[in-house]
Nanobody, 123 residues
């Protein structure tokens, strides 16, 4: 059983940057593909970025490609989401998620979730 705890959210002006962190415990972190999802009020949860268990491949949604970077540090059991050029439409609760084996885009394929961290971008 993996427990995930996110941190790093907050309020930033448009064009600003934030780095989210998600630290895992209770499992062999290096065996898990990791992903960041977000959910805005009234909208479905959507994948933002995902990274394979090796860290060798990553995926980004079209809306964040070129602005966000996902990375992992297995020595620290932590996955990061570096977010730059934030825009008001990036406002959402951001969740990290974990699954064994391959990374995936569908939230339903991830059995382990953090509690979420709020990111608010002011215009």
């Amino acid at each position: 059983q993996v427990q995930l705890v996110e941190s790093g959210g907050g309020l930033v002006p448009a064009g600003g940057s934030l780095r989210l962190s998600c630290t895992a415990s209770g499992g062999r972190f290096s065996s898990y593909a990791m992903a960041w999802f977000r959910q805005a009020p009234g909208k479905e949860r959507e994948v933002v970025a995902a990274i394979t268990w090796t860290g060798g491949n990553s995926y980004y949604s079209d809306s964040v490609e070129g602005r966000f970077t996902i990375s992992r540090d297995d020595a620290k059991n932590t996955v990061y989401l570096q977010m730059t050029d934030l825009q008001p439409e990036d406002t959402a609760v951001y969740y990290c998620a974990a699954r064994l084996s391959m990374a995936a885009k569908a939230a339903s394929l991830y059995p382990y979730w953090g509690q979420g961290t709020q990111v608010t971008v002011s215009s």
